[in-house]
């Protein structure tokens, strides 16, 4: 399915939006991941667990990761695409442009010769109104 390059330029402006604000989440989860723990007074969770705590933080903070890194490659892929099909179409159209300067030049000439063929048709109706 071919896209324009403006829709291109839509998906790659929503890539790059995306990661820049998955990947500030991601540090404010991960600040609050990596913060000492508060006094046991505090704490929530069950300390007599043999298995060791799941953080919601940093689980929280691996998936913005896993969101911000792969915005930033969709971010990265719509911009090369948009890149190479912009060289493409420089390219093409300077192809059809030298395909076409042969068939300006016929049209030039001919335009050229239908203006002098009326200019002489004008001298000629004006001399024989003066003759008159």
Not at 126 to 132: H, N, Q, S
């Amino acid at each position: 399915m071919a896209f324009s390059i403006e829709r291109i330029k839509t998906y790659r402006r929503w890539f790059g939006w995306g990661f820049v604000g998955s990947f500030l989440v991601f540090a404010i989860i991960l600040a609050f991941a990596l913060m000492p723990d508060a006094p046991t007074g505090y704490r929530l969770r069950d300390d007599n667990r043999r298995s060791p705590p799941l953080d919601a933080e940093k689980v929280l903070a691996l998936g913005f990761l896993v969101i911000s890194f792969t915005t930033l490659i969709g971010f990265v892929v719509t911009t090369v695409i948009t890149w190479w099909k912009e060289r493409r179409e420089i390219y093409h159209t300077s192809i059809e442009i030298e395909n076409n300067k042969p068939e300006l030049e016929k049209l030039r000439r001919e335009i050229s010769d239908r203006n002098s063929a009326a200019q002489e048709k004008r001298k000629k109706t004006t001399k024989r109104k003066r003759v008159v």
